[in-house]
């Protein structure tokens, strides 16, 4: 059980290091169906556990942000990361 405070990804700033507690597709904004957010972010390795970090994000506005995962690294809306719960490591 997650005894951290959850933020969603996309309000987390350059340098954020966590883990996802979960997905919740009805807060992301993304102009897509909750179901196909969901799925989409499951198939780019966004699931439960998985360790996450936040590198870079762009000039103007903040958006898109760079968020690696594992060993991969992601280009994601913040709308799109707005879906994603995280809990900080301490």
Known sequence: MNTHPTIALGAARVGFRGRIHAIDAERGGAGLPAAELERRLIELG?????????????????????????????????????????????
Do not use: N, W
């Open 46 to 90: 966004f699931v439960e556990g998985a360790a996450v970090e936040l590198l870079h994000q762009g000039l103007f506005g903040g958006d898109p942000i760079a968020v690696r995962i594992a060993h991969t690294t992601i280009g994601l809306r913040r709308r799109e990361a707005m879906a994603i719960l995280v809990s900080a490591e301490i």
